[in-house]
């Protein structure tokens, strides 16, 4: 199976300030088959980016992600008070499907 | 707009059988492009996909959980249900169910709708 390597593990940020996560595969994901998920306490996920790069509904666009290959950037533009929260990535390139173990945007 | 619930026993004794039903709402259920998960998620760590099924019962499951593992359609109704056998404590997760989507070129998605998920945990 396909191992979603996240990092960092926490990211210690302000209000304001630009959020920069990695998500890197243990092989190749053809076709940018690779979505992220935004979780916070209490709640399931919430699809968030599918295809490497496009938003889902319902997501501002200080949201974006980028990359091709095994290795993937999700970027927070300006961190709103909303967007604290724990990011997950998955791949749906090769069964099984697999998830990174997360990367919790905290406030500084 | 698409919903979905999980229900089930909170509680299962270990080396017993798991068994969670999802029931769905909005109209997309019986639409056979889309396919329908289980997903765990132990209590502060990550996820793991379970395995799937299509309103037509054909089924993929995750190989680490597949001697274990039956997803199947409830018969006449807009659910599925899940289940686990000879469960123990690594077991104890909160499950949810959640839809994928067709995506062209590759048999597997992205999750776009969740159940809020059910915490099962395995214990004596």
């Known amino acids: 199976e396909i191992v979603l390597t996240q990092s960092p593990g926490t990211l210690s940020l302000s209000p304001g300030e630009r959020a920069t996560l990695s998500c890197r595969t243990s092989?190749?994901?053809?076709?940018?088959?690779l979505a992220w998920y935004q979780q916070k306490p209490g709640q399931a996920p919430r699809l968030l980016i599918y295809?490497?790069?496009s938003r889902a509904t319902g997501f501002p666009d200080r949201f974006s992600g980028s990359g091709s290959g095994t290795d993937f950037t999700l970027t927070i533009s300006r961190l709103e008070p909303e967007d604290f929260a724990v990011y997950y990535c998955?791949?749906?390139?090769?069964?099984?499907?697999?998830f990174g173990q997360g990367t919790k945007v905290e406030i500084k | 707009q698409v919903q979905l619930q999980e229900s089930g026993p909170g509680l299962v004794k270990p080396s017993q059988t798991l068994s969670l039903t999802c029931t769905v709402s909005?109209?997309?259920?019986?639409?056979?492009?889309?396919?329908w998960s289980w997903i765990r998620q132990p209590a502060g760590k990550g996820l793991e996909w379970i395995g799937r099924?299509?309103?037509?019962?054909?089924?993929n499951y995750n190989p680490s959980l597949k001697s274990r593992v039956t997803i199947s359609v409830v018969t006449s109704k807009t659910q599925f249900s899940l289940k686990l056998s000879s469960v123990t404590a690594a077991d104890t997760a909160v499950y949810y169910c959640?839809?994928?989507?067709?995506?062209?070129?590759?048999?597997?998605?992205?999750?776009?709708?969740w159940g809020q998920g059910t915490l099962v945990t395995v214990s004596s």
């Open positions: 959640a839809r994928g989507p067709p995506v062209r070129g590759t048999t597997g998605t992205p999750f776009d709708y």
């Open positions: 998955q791949q749906y390139n090769n069964s099984p499907q697999t």
């Open positions: 295809g490497a790069s």
């Open positions: 092989q190749s994901v053809s076709s940018s088959y």
């Open positions: 909005g109209g997309s259920f019986s639409s056979g492009s889309y396919c």
């Open positions: 099924i299509y309103s037509s019962g054909s089924t």
